[in-house]
């Protein structure tokens, strides 16, 4: 006998064999069992992993006199979830007596930043780890400010 695949085939000429039309659909149909596994097994389907994106971030005005950091707007990226940071803006409406300060991932980008005006953090794609957060906290130096501040990202599957 000749193996092919899990066919076995007489070790005579093929041509031999075929004398009848039924002969030649059960050596096709071996070979092809032989050949394909699953016309035998049952198979399972797996679908595709989908990747799906929805908007992350968040928008916020605080009031507050308080000389230490409070945050002012914080994205905390789901455990199932991987974060993508595009943006980060600061405004206040007492900029000599605001100061700002940005953690990304637990990394402190900065601390005490006095503006003159509103800026905007521009993070190309910055793609941020399961159950991480971006937190903007703010402080006044005296008496009371006003501080506006928005992070803008998305979170997809993995």
Do not use: C
Request: no cysteine; glycine share 8%.
């Amino acid at each position: 006998m000749v193996q092919r695949g899990n066919a076995e085939l007489p070790p005579r000429g093929l041509l031999d064999y075929i004398s009848r039309v039924d002969d030649l659909l059960v050596i096709v149909v071996r070979l092809l069992q032989g050949l394909s596994p699953s016309l035998t097994t049952p198979t399972r389907t797996i679908a595709p992993s989908r990747r799906y994106e929805i908007p992350g971030g968040g928008v916020q005005r605080l009031e507050t006199s308080s000389t230490i950091y409070v945050a002012l707007v914080e994205w905390k990226i789901p455990t199932e979830r991987i974060g993508v940071l595009r943006f980060v803006e600061v405004d206040s409406e007492h900029f000599a007596t605001t100061r700002f300060k940005l953690e990304v991932a637990g990394k402190v980008f900065f601390t005490d930043l006095r503006l003159n005006s509103s800026m905007s953090l521009e993070f190309p794609d910055v793609e941020l780890a399961p159950g991480s957060a971006v937190t903007l906290s703010v402080r006044a130096t005296s008496g009371s400010i006003v501080a506006l501040g928005d992070i803008v990202g998305k979170e997809k599957t993995f």
